[in-house]
């Protein structure tokens, strides 16, 4: 049994659906990207949590950590991109220091955990929808064409060779970090 789990993955896997899906049996938990960067403060105005400038980091993270275990009804739930793993580490060291391994650290705050690797075969789509929904701003739309997340502006999606080619590689990139991750940490995820 666990107590917790973390999707383990990169944009455009379909961990938002995953997470849907998992939130909708009412009994694995509310899984959210809780640490994206970019969504902290977000997560924590939403959680009625004090400013940042009104206490130190240390218990800012305490804080924020015991909301986003709260959050996560009963079981607890983690969507995590590999971009933010060692943003993630490293909060969870200041808050549980001098433990060995980041998987120590993770159990430490989140109990037993279970590891789910989440990755897309085909990282050329992958590649074309991440380049896509940032342009357009457009990140997930219903079968019937309903815009469930837009972020941005609508724009006109623009063929990019470049860029397209750039983020496969960084794809790719993510899905081997992920796996020597797993590898250092003796994990043995769920794919």
């Avoid at 800012?60 to 590999?82: E, H, P, Q, S, W």
Wanted: charged fraction near 25%.
């Amino acid at each position: 049994m666990f107590d917790a789990y973390i999707i383990c993955g990169t944009p455009r896997t379909g961990s938002t659906l995953l997470c849907n899906l998992l939130k909708s049996t009412n009994k694995t938990g509310a899984p959210h990207s809780f640490y994206r960067r970019q969504d902290i403060t977000e997560w924590a105005e939403e959680w009625g949590l004090p400013g940042r400038d009104t206490m130190s980091e240390l218990d800012f993270d305490v804080t924020y950590l015991n909301a986003a275990i709260k959050a996560g009804k009963g079981v607890f739930g983690l969507r995590l991109m590999r971009e933010n793993l060692d943003e993630l580490s490293a909060i969870l060291d200041r808050i549980h220091p001098g433990l060995p391994s980041d998987r120590a650290r993770f159990e430490r705050a989140f109990g037993r955990v279970l590891y789910m690797h989440l990755s897309r075969e085909d990282k050329l789509a992958q590649a074309v929808s991440l380049v896509k929904a940032q342009q357009t701003g457009l990140w997930h739309i219903a079968p019937d064409g309903t815009e469930i997340e837009r972020v941005g502006q609508p724009a006109e999606p623009r063929y990019d060779f470049q860029r397209i080619s750039d983020e496969v590689s960084e794809l790719q990139a993510y899905d081997t970090a992920w796996n020597v991750w797993f590898a250092q940490q003796g994990v043995a995820p769920l794919r």
